[in-house]
């Protein structure tokens, strides 16, 4: 991979132990990825945010990185975390895990990153133009920003997203070429698309079963809630772009490719029927992604009898709170339900209207921005049923996967944690290693 002088001075350990570290993430992912060389990125939007998703390893690493004096080159917005930190004595959350959560976003903002917490950045500010190279981690932003806003990212993990902030680069890979973002796939909507559960049952039918770049037709209309919700379910799985016949600005460049994929009532029922785990839910969540302006407008307007959580943007939140009348409905911003730690408040199942994970039952509410259709408990970890043989370690703690164990030993390495068994390195003196790795999970 080639670098210039100022990069390779950088990987050298001239501009000090923390961007050294960042440098040589960045390079091996790129060679990882066969990339000639880096592109300047824009922005970036950076996950691993919540206390609940990272744990002590990942505040420890952030908490290090953000002692060595680093600042981000570029504009660079934060994911949701785990609770709002205005309103968490409201919802009784742990005390702990709130001063955690707060040493967290500190790290972050030492080292220059805007403290947005939110999955919709495009609309809090972080708004790409078309055509320009960003590098974001939140899995269904990154749909979104690839296939509607026409900007190029590849789904980052949080430590490259974060690597990228600081050096203002990535490599020149995947979606960021014009030839990686060709559609390999045709899809054709037979079923009707009358609001954001639709778009959502088929990202999730996609996501689940198919791999590349959907070409979608057969759609009419579609509004940005659509869209997003589409790009979210997309997102479960690994496809990371559509296109969309007269609705996304490089869909016109291409037509039908590939195989045909028919998506009708049957595919939708199909989907509906799979995600069903639980009869009764003890609140209901709207807002994975944050819901916009309009949804949360839906919300009110539908005057909900049952406990609503509302999740948004902070500035949503600040414009419409006052016009919440039904004590029903709580307004809620920088947090979301799938990075919170709703057991700790004693929620087990919970209603919603999108598939922010695949998991879920139907549910008779309705509000006019779609039906409340998944009531969710627990998520999928790993699909395929894999089986495995050998000792179980048992723990009554939870164990950060994203950091929390070692990948190579299988020794859980989270300080803290009561079968802590072994001591985590660094290859680079004076920066810690990214606990979780360039791989890990978005969120």
């Not at 806003?149 to 430590?159: H, M």
């Not at 045709?186 to 009358?194: D, F, L, N, P, Q």
């Not at 699909?383 to 994203?402: D, N, W, Y």
Request: net charge negative; charged share 25%.
């Amino acid at each position: 991979m080639y670098l210039d002088k100022s990069e390779e001075r950088t990987l050298e350990g001239e501009d000090g132990a923390v961007l050294q570290k960042a440098m040589e993430l960045l390079v091996a992912l790129g060679e990882m990825k066969g990339a000639e060389r880096f592109v300047e990125v824009k922005s970036v939007q950076v996950s691993g945010v919540s206390y609940k998703t990272i744990g002590e390893a990942g505040l420890e690493f952030l908490e290090d990185w953000a002692g060595g004096g680093v600042e981000s080159r570029v504009l660079a917005t934060l994911n949701p975390m785990g609770v709002d930190l205005e309103t968490w004595e409201e919802f009784g959350f742990p005390p702990e895990f709130v001063e955690r959560q707060r040493r967290i976003i500190a790290a972050y903002e030492e080292m220059g990153i805007v403290p947005s917490c939110t999955c919709t950045p495009y609309l809090a500010g972080n708004l790409p133009r078309f055509g320009e190279d960003i590098a974001w981690a939140e899995s269904s932003s990154v749909v979104f920003a690839n296939s509607v806003l026409g900007a190029r990212t590849n789904r980052e993990s949080g430590p490259s997203a974060l690597a990228s902030a600081l050096l203002g680069r990535t490599p020149l890979s995947g979606l960021h070429l014009e030839e990686e973002r060709r559609p390999s796939f045709t899809v054709r909507v037979a079923a009707g698309m009358e609001d954001s559960a639709d778009y959502a049952a088929l990202g999730f039918y996609l996501g689940q079963n198919l791999d590349g770049i959907p070409y979608i037709r057969g759609v009419r209309g579609p509004t940005m809630e659509g869209l997003k919700a589409l790009g979210a379910a997309l997102g479960t799985g690994p496809i990371s772009m559509f296109h969309m016949e007269g609705a996304t600005p490089e869909a016109s460049v291409y037509g039908e490719a590939g195989e045909v994929v028919e998506f009708g009532r049957d595919e939708r029922r199909e989907v509906m029927e799979a995600l069903n785990t639980a009869e009764e839910t003890d609140i209901l969540c709207i807002g994975c992604p944050h819901c916009s302006m309009r949804e949360v407008l839906e919300v009110i307007r539908a005057d909900p009898e049952k406990e609503t959580w509302v999740y948004t943007t902070r500035q949503t939140r600040a414009m419409l709170e006052g016009r919440i009348k039904n004590r029903n409905i709580r307004l809620i911003s920088d947090t979301c339900m799938v990075v919170s730690p709703l057991e700790e408040v004693g929620v087990e199942s919970l209603g919603t209207n999108l598939l922010p994970e695949p998991l879920g039952h139907r549910d008779p509410v309705r509000y006019p921005g779609g039906p409340v259709e998944m009531r969710i408990r627990g998520r999928v970890i790993s699909k395929g049923g894999g089986k495995a043989k050998g000792r179980a370690v048992v723990s009554r703690e939870p164990i950060t996967f994203l950091g929390g164990l070692d990948p190579e030993t299988g020794e859980i390495t989270e300080r803290g944690h009561p079968l802590l068994s072994g001591v985590r390195s660094s290859s680079s003196p004076g920066a810690r290693a990214p606990p979780w790795g360039p791989m890990s999970s978005t969120r």
